[in-house]
Nanobody
């Protein structure tokens, strides 16, 4: 079974940092680009960042310069380092296989998610 499991969410104050992890299993991790997406209550899913099979990263404009995505093929893990968090970053964060012809457009096997809440 192809599976992605997220962890690391929590409640933080504006300006603080948080690290999310995504552990993959059941598929050839090295062969897939992986994305982080997020969804806030009442809003559509929003692409956050992707990392391709070579480790090159791509970001949505809303997080560029604040978030860093990386992958470790030894542990089948994708990490999202988030800094200078803002209230508008509050959402459920999911990782997924990024399968579109362009990054950030199509996803498979989204995980169960981890909640990030940014509030003072």
């Amino acid at each position: 079974e192809e599976k992605l499991v997220e962890s690391g969410g929590g409640l933080v104050q504006p300006g603080e940092s948080l690290r999310l992890s995504c552990v993959a299993s059941g598929f050839p991790f090295r062969s897939y680009s992986i994305a982080w997406v997020r969804q806030a209550p009442g809003k559509e899913q929003e692409w956050v960042a992707s990392v391709n099979t070579q480790g090159t990263s791509f970001y949505a404009a809303s997080v560029k310069g604040r978030f860093t995505i990386s992958r470790d093929s030894r542990t089948n893990t994708v990490t999202l380092e988030m800094s200078n968090l803002k209230s508008e970053d509050t959402a459920m964060y999911y990782c997924a296989q990024d399968v579109g012809t362009r990054f950030g457009k199509a996803f498979n096997n989204r995980g169960q998610g981890t909640q990030v809440t940014v509030s003072s």
